[in-house]
């Protein structure tokens, strides 16, 4: 999810109307419903009304959502039949969201009727599509015809893949990036790479490049290089002021198992940040206190029914703890319901293919459904299969985020024999709190090899978000409730 300072002037022009849209739409169901504006105050001595505030910020959020549902990529909102499909999805969520509002707060400034709920969904449908498919969609069109929204691109990787990436956006002129050129090490400088577009200088001028030739987007292209080295670059490269995509290779895992934005018929990967910011590392800290406190006082029968199941199911205790690998190599004491024999966790035959596993560097095909988890069935107790498959057996972690060694949404924890076997590159994916969730539970969990579970890790790091962790605790109750991809 690129970062707000970084996006395309459209999309900020774009985000306005939406969010005047649904505006509109909440006020005008409410004029139609026959009844005033309610929650009136005073600030600084001119009269408020507690209900348009609220509709100005739920409208925002609204907005947000879009944001998380792709409505300001440049391949959605070009289109006709996948933009009004995820309009429509957008607000059937919206109206969940509203009407979920509506019952546990009771208040006459939110909709509170079930005609002005229908009110709201026929006129935000009629707003949103005209405003967007027909009103939108041309005028973007016209203008992007005309050079109005054209940023300076620059292309890191001159291969293959480079190129295919510049036919693209030669093919594909409504995206609005004008090439530059190109860097590369392995051609000379000056080297006509496709239509007139040369190889500017060497990846290592990146920064110098970015301010001589006043580029907007930068898009990371590079291939037959290692992670480490791609890594490095977009370390660089996100210390610009442009925007940063990947389009290479070795993050093919991404764009095979989440939405992506598509130039032309290419994949390309957003980058916000190489790491989180302090702003968003305290949010996470006060959200995960909270509502880890809250779950584990709401969830305290299913704890005790859990703990009632397993004492009952085998010999040993309730409770699994483990030492595990923490943010920077910090080692913390971890804790699950056990749903294993007693001294599963000194299998060393487990251990072994572990490692080996990890060293094969396997990779997994789009979509594929076979788990690549090593676990020991044998050792697994009957309620404990259940509480894997469901993931009920993650559960007590909510003590770890309590004190402050996990978050909610994070990269999962290592064990200390894996640690020893990361390379460099790998440990970066623990250069931030983990997290009983993340992008490899709701994306890939189990099914995706060690280097892509990587990838993943590192994409969620370099695109964390306060929207991006909501959506990834939403998206991890159907997983539990499905057990997709659970062993």
Same mark, same amino acid.
């Given at each position: 999810?690129?970062?707000?300072?970084?996006?395309?002037?459209?999309?900020?022009?774009?985000?306005?109307?939406?969010?005047?849209?649904? &505006?509109?739409?909440?006020?005008?169901?409410?004029?139609?419903?026959?009844?005033?504006?309610?929650?009136? =105050?005073?600030?600084?001595?001119?009269?408020?009304? +507690? %209900?348009?505030? =609220?509709?100005?910020?739920?409208?925002?959020?609204?907005?947000?959502? =879009?944001?998380?549902?792709?409505?300001?990529?440049?391949?959605?909102?070009?289109?006709?039949?996948?933009?009004?499909?995820?309009?429509?999805?957008?607000?059937?969520?919206?109206?969940?969201?509203?009407?979920?509002?509506?019952?546990?707060?009771?208040?006459?400034?939110?909709?509170?009727?079930?005609?002005?709920?229908?009110?709201?969904?026929?006129?935000?449908?009629?707003?949103?599509?005209?405003?967007?498919?027909?009103?939108?969609?041309?005028?973007?069109? +016209?203008?992007?015809?005309?050079?109005?929204?054209?940023?300076?691109?620059?292309?890191?990787?001159?291969? @293959?893949? $480079?190129?295919?990436?510049?036919?693209?956006?030669?093919?594909?002129? *409504?995206?609005?990036?004008?090439?530059?050129?190109?860097?590369?090490?392995?051609?000379?400088?000056?080297?006509?790479? =496709?239509?007139?577009?040369?190889? &500017?200088?060497?990846?290592?001028?990146?920064?110098?490049?970015?301010?001589?030739?006043?580029?907007?987007?930068?898009?990371?292209?590079?291939?037959?290089?290692? *992670?480490?080295?791609?890594?490095?670059?977009?370390?660089?490269?996100?210390?610009?002021?442009?925007?940063?995509?990947?389009?290479?290779?070795?993050?093919?895992?991404?764009?095979?198992? &989440?939405?992506? %934005?598509?130039?032309?018929?290419?994949?390309?990967?957003?980058?916000?940040?190489?790491? #989180?910011?302090?702003?968003?590392?305290?949010?996470?800290?006060?959200?995960?206190?909270?509502?880890?406190?809250?779950?584990?006082?709401?969830?305290?029968?299913?704890?005790?029914?859990?703990?009632?199941?397993?004492?009952?199911?085998?010999?040993?205790?309730?409770?699994?703890?483990?030492?595990?690998?923490?943010?920077?190599?910090?080692?913390?004491?971890?804790?699950?319901?056990?749903?294993?024999?007693?001294?599963?966790?000194?299998?060393?035959?487990?251990?072994?293919?572990?490692?080996?596993?990890?060293?094969?560097?396997?990779?997994?095909?789009?979509?594929?459904?076979?788990?690549?988890?090593?676990?020991?069935?044998?050792?697994?107790? @009957?309620?404990?299969?259940?509480?894997?498959?469901?993931?009920?057996?993650?559960?007590?972690?909510?003590?770890?985020?309590?004190?402050?060694?996990?978050?909610?949404?994070?990269?999962? #924890?290592?064990?200390?024999?894996?640690?020893? *076997?990361?390379?460099?590159? *790998?440990?970066?994916?623990?250069?931030?709190?983990? $997290?009983?969730?993340?992008? +490899?539970?709701?994306?890939?969990?189990?099914?995706?090899?060690?280097?892509?579970?990587?990838?993943?890790?590192?994409?969620?790091?370099?695109?964390?978000?306060?929207?991006?962790?909501?959506?990834?605790?939403?998206?991890?109750?159907?997983?539990? &409730?499905?057990?997709?991809?659970?062993?």
């Amino acid at each position: 999810m690129v970062a707000l300072k970084k996006r395309p002037s459209y999309t900020y022009i774009l985000m306005a109307l939406d969010w005047l849209t649904i &505006l509109a739409a909440l006020s005008i169901a409410i004029a139609l419903r026959g009844r005033d504006f309610a929650g009136e =105050f005073k600030f600084v001595g001119a009269p408020l009304e +507690w %209900e348009a505030i =609220f509709l100005c910020l739920f409208s925002a959020a609204a907005t947000a959502g =879009f944001t998380y549902l792709g409505l300001y990529s440049v391949n959605v909102f070009i289109t006709v039949a996948d933009q009004t499909v995820r309009i429509l999805k957008a607000l059937f969520f919206t109206l969940l969201s509203l009407a979920l509002l509506a019952f546990f707060i009771r208040t006459s400034w939110i909709l509170d009727s079930r005609l002005a709920m229908v009110y709201f969904s026929v006129i935000s449908i009629v707003l949103l599509i005209g405003g967007r498919v027909i009103v939108f969609r041309n005028i973007y069109l +016209w203008l992007s015809r005309r050079k109005v929204f054209h940023r300076n691109a620059l292309i890191v990787g001159a291969g @293959q893949n $480079g190129k295919n990436l510049a036919i693209n956006l030669f093919l594909n002129d *409504h995206l609005g990036l004008h090439l530059v050129g190109f860097l590369d090490d392995d051609l000379s400088l000056g080297k006509v790479v =496709f239509n007139r577009s040369k190889v &500017l200088g060497r990846v290592a001028e990146l920064k110098d490049i970015v301010n001589v030739f006043d580029i907007q987007e930068i898009i990371v292209s590079l291939e037959n290089v290692d *992670h480490m080295r791609l890594i490095t670059v977009l370390d660089i490269a996100t210390a610009t002021d442009a925007v940063v995509k990947i389009s290479s290779p070795l993050y093919d895992v991404v764009p095979s198992r &989440l939405f992506i %934005e598509k130039y032309g018929n290419l994949p390309v990967v957003g980058i916000s940040h190489f790491s #989180p910011g302090p702003a968003l590392e305290v949010y996470k800290r006060v959200f995960d206190s909270i509502v880890a406190a809250t779950g584990l006082l709401f969830l305290a029968p299913i704890l005790m029914t859990i703990a009632a199941a397993i004492r009952m199911d085998s010999r040993g205790p309730i409770f699994f703890s483990q030492t595990r690998i923490g943010k920077n190599g910090k080692p913390f004491k971890f804790y699950k319901f056990r749903s294993m024999q007693i001294g599963s966790d000194q299998d060393k035959d487990r251990e072994k293919t572990v490692v080996q596993f990890m060293q094969t560097k396997a990779k997994t095909k789009p979509l594929q459904k076979t788990s690549t988890k090593i676990v020991n069935e044998s050792r697994v107790t @009957q309620v404990g299969r259940f509480l894997r498959k469901t993931s009920l057996d993650e559960l007590p972690q909510l003590f770890n985020v309590l004190k402050g060694d996990m978050s909610l949404v994070g990269p999962r #924890p290592c064990l200390p024999y894996e640690w020893d *076997h990361y390379e460099e590159w *790998h440990k970066r994916r623990l250069t931030v709190m983990p $997290g009983c969730t993340g992008m +490899w539970q709701v994306a890939g969990r189990s099914v995706v090899g060690f280097e892509d579970m990587v990838v993943l890790d590192l994409y969620y790091i370099q695109n964390a978000s306060v929207l991006l962790d909501f959506g990834l605790l939403l998206k991890t109750l159907p997983v539990m &409730l499905f057990g997709s991809g659970a062993k």
